[in-house]
């Protein structure tokens, strides 16, 4: 099977510009997690995604959104980006966590960096 | 509030010795407890995962031990290897729908050949 894609890989913005990532799970896994990584804080959650549905969100501000689709590909946006954005984004995909299985396999990140 | 603390931050060791990272938790609603391994410019790659129903599991070379009572895991890489050098988290998962991974700061692990 393939593994976890995301797109873009690298992303340079401009402050107060948004941004859309991508990602696609492995084919068969429902459930989609986003997490933010950085030297400072590490690796953050930002939320939670399982048949189009938003499970689980972590303490980000609002700007931070995201969604997911009915072939269970996701995309997360953040709007009007600030410094401190600039962060390697990773999705994690997951069979579905109701059936026991918490197994999270995570992609290469999005490197975003915001001047 | 860090909720699973991990040390050592950096580690350095011989090839053919062994790697010890250690990570507490304070949360007695975890009950899923994965390690990540991950290089430069990758995603974290999960090595081994434990429940606490088991007090030790091991995979190879990598073996992760489990203390309920202190809420403490470890993880240990028997043998090590240079291309074992990476950057290693634990983290936690649990608590009625909460499906989020609450991770350690990272162990930076050098192996020396």
């Known amino acids: 099977k393939a593994g976890v894609t995301q797109t873009p890989r690298y992303l340079i913005k401009t402050r107060g510009q948004q941004v859309t990532l991508s990602c696609s799970p492995i084919s068969g896994h429902r459930s989609v997690s986003w997490y933010q990584q950085t030297p400072g804080q590490g690796l953050q959650f930002l939320f939670e995604?399982?048949?189009?549905?938003?499970?689980n969100k972590g303490n980000f501000p609002g700007r931070f959104s995201g969604r997911q689709f009915s072939n269970s590909r996701s995309e997360m946006n953040v709007s009007t980006l600030e410094l401190g954005d600039s962060a390697l984004y990773l999705c994690?995909?997951?069979?579905?966590?109701?059936?026991?299985?918490?197994?999270?396999?995570f992609g290469p990140g999005t490197r975003l960096t915001v001047t | 509030q860090q909720q699973v603390k991990q040390s050592p931050q950096s580690l350095i060791v011989q090839k053919g010795g062994i790697s010890i990272i250690n990570c507490a938790y304070e949360?007695?609603?975890?009950?899923?407890f994965p390690w990540y391994q991950q290089f430069p410019g990758k995603g974290p790659a999960l090595l081994i995962a434990?429940?606490?129903?088991?007090s030790e599991k091991k995979e190879g070379r990598f073996t992760i031990s489990f203390n309920k009572s202190a809420k403490q895991f470890s993880l240990h890489i028997m043998d090590s290897q240079p291309g074992d050098s990476a950057t290693y988290f634990c983290a936690a998962m649990g608590g009625g729908s909460n499906y989020k991974l609450t991770f350690g700061k990272g162990t930076l692990l050098t192996v020396n050949p």
């Open positions: 994690a995909s997951s069979p579905d966590p109701l059936q026991g299985s918490n197994e999270q396999y």
């Open positions: 995604y399982f048949s189009e549905t938003q499970r």
């Open positions: 949360n007695t609603a975890f009950d899923y």
């Open positions: 434990i429940r606490p129903d088991v």
